[in-house]
């Protein structure tokens, strides 16, 4: 029996309309997500990944943004839903975490605080029953002293200490799906794996879905299940991760990963894409990626690529995957 997805997006489309121009950040993005699972969503700056995740709990600002197709969470219409009912999921049903943790709290309360209201606020228990959660998720998080923390200030804890508050923030009212926007990326090296390690220990106890932005490919290896590739507002290549990365089907991907293996053989990046990804203003016609791409060839400037399948969870959109039309059909 097919059981229904935990987060359905079908022709997730967002533009940003300024006076000078109007930039087409996200261009018909489709995914599903089922319980439990990783996606990670990798691309250069740019390229529509905070957009795409931001848009997923409309946490982007209203005015000259338009946002059409449909996104389902957990059975709710998200682009349908009132402010209050947008309220009453958020935090309990999804949460997100971001690169910079101060955007998540407030700095005039403390930490404990600010956990102790989301939780009475979503679940009607009291302080004292909050307090106590507060503390597990300090465990949980494995913050040392937790009492203490839980009584400072924001800026008072380090790094690596405000990102598991946050962290231990999204988690108070135990969200079905986690979004995470390069929430390691700030972060210097040793911590940056605590943090993952962190994460994906948490996703796996708890059962948690989530979707994880980065551009570092080593990063989306080490957290996903399932791999998006974005270019220019599109995924260009979907899969599991061990397929993707040993069976690239897009240039654009092959690109990545072949950067990252010179980089880390050499400790230095010899190959990298040439060029720089389009203008989101003014997207060329046919393929977004033809003006860097090694195959190009005429077809791709004039014709947008459809995504094609090569299996069932595998997918990508290159000409260089569709039957050419002098193929006779078999
Ligand atoms: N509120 C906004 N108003 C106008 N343009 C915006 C707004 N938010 C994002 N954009 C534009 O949308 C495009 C996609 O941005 P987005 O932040 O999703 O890229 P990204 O892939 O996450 O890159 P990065 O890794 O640098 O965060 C960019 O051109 C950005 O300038």
Do not use: W
């Given at each position: 029996m097919?059981t229904?997805?935990?987060?359905?997006v079908?022709?997730?489309?967002?533009?940003?309309?300024?006076?000078?121009?109007?930039?087409?950040?996200?261009?018909?993005?489709?995914?599903?997500?089922?319980?439990g699972?990783?996606?990670?969503?990798?691309?250069?700056?740019?390229?529509?990944?905070?957009v795409?995740?931001?848009?997923?709990?409309?946490?982007?600002?209203?005015?000259?943004?338009?946002?059409?197709?449909s996104?389902?969470?957990?059975?709710?219409?998200?682009?349908?839903?009132?402010?209050?009912?947008?309220?009453?999921?958020?935090?309990?049903?999804?949460?997100?975490?971001?690169?910079?943790?101060?955007?998540?709290?407030?700095?005039?309360?403390?930490?404990?605080q600010?956990?102790?209201?989301?939780?009475?606020?979503?679940?009607?228990?009291?302080?004292q029953?909050?307090?106590?959660?507060?503390?597990?998720?300090?465990?949980?998080v494995?913050?040392?002293?937790?009492?203490?923390?839980?009584?400072?200030?924001?800026?008072?804890?380090?790094g690596?200490?405000?990102?598991?508050?946050?962290?231990?923030?999204a988690?108070?009212?135990?969200p079905?799906?986690?979004l995470a926007?390069?929430?390691?990326?700030a972060?210097?090296?040793?911590v940056?794996?605590?943090?993952?390690?962190?994460l994906?220990?948490?996703?796996?106890?708890?059962?948690?879905?989530?979707?994880?932005?980065?551009?570092?490919?080593?990063?989306?290896?080490?957290?996903?299940?399932?791999?998006?590739?974005?270019y220019?507002g599109?995924?260009v290549?979907?899969?599991?991760?061990?397929e993707?990365?040993?069976?690239p089907?897009?240039?654009?991907?092959?690109?990545?990963?072949?950067s990252?293996?010179?980089?880390s053989?050499?400790?230095?990046?010899?190959?990298?894409?040439?060029?720089s990804?389009?203008?989101?203003?003014?997207?060329?016609?046919?393929?977004?990626?033809?003006?860097?791409?090694?195959h190009?060839?005429?077809?791709?400037?004039?014709?947008?690529?459809?995504d094609?399948a090569i299996?069932?969870?595998?997918?990508?959109?290159?000409?260089?995957?569709e039957?050419?039309?002098s193929t006779?059909?078999?």
């Amino acid at each position: 029996m097919m059981t229904k997805p935990l987060v359905d997006v079908r022709h997730l489309n967002v533009r940003f309309v300024t006076p000078e121009a109007t930039i087409h950040a996200v261009n018909g993005v489709d995914f599903s997500l089922a319980e439990g699972e990783v996606l990670a969503v990798l691309g250069e700056s740019g390229c529509g990944k905070s957009v795409t995740l931001r848009s997923l709990i409309r946490l982007l600002p209203p005015r000259r943004t338009q946002v059409e197709g449909s996104i389902r969470i957990a059975g709710h219409d998200v682009l349908a839903l009132s402010p209050r009912e947008l309220a009453g999921m958020r935090g309990r049903t999804v949460s997100m975490i971001f690169q910079e943790p101060m955007v998540a709290f407030d700095p005039v309360f403390t930490v404990g605080q600010q956990i102790v209201e989301t939780i009475v606020r979503h679940e009607q228990t009291s302080r004292q029953t909050a307090h106590a959660r507060a503390r597990d998720l300090f465990d949980l998080v494995q913050i040392p002293s937790p009492q203490r923390r839980l009584r400072a200030y924001p800026h008072e804890l380090s790094g690596g200490m405000r990102q598991r508050a946050m962290i231990a923030l999204a988690l108070a009212c135990r969200p079905r799906l986690l979004l995470a926007d390069e929430p390691t990326t700030a972060l210097d090296a040793t911590v940056q794996i605590q943090i993952l390690l962190l994460l994906r220990q948490l996703q796996q106890e708890l059962g948690m879905a989530m979707i994880f932005v980065t551009h570092d490919i080593g990063v989306a290896v080490e957290v996903a299940d399932r791999l998006a590739v974005m270019y220019a507002g599109r995924f260009v290549e979907t899969g599991l991760v061990r397929e993707v990365f040993r069976t690239p089907l897009h240039p654009y991907t092959a690109g990545l990963l072949a950067s990252t293996v010179s980089r880390s053989k050499r400790g230095e990046l010899l190959e990298t894409i040439p060029g720089s990804p389009p203008d989101l203003a003014m997207l060329p016609s046919g393929c977004s990626f033809a003006p860097r791409c090694r195959h190009v060839s005429d077809p791709c400037l004039a014709q947008s690529p459809a995504d094609v399948a090569i299996g069932p969870t595998h997918s990508a959109r290159c000409l260089l995957l569709e039957p050419s039309p002098s193929t006779p059909p078999t």
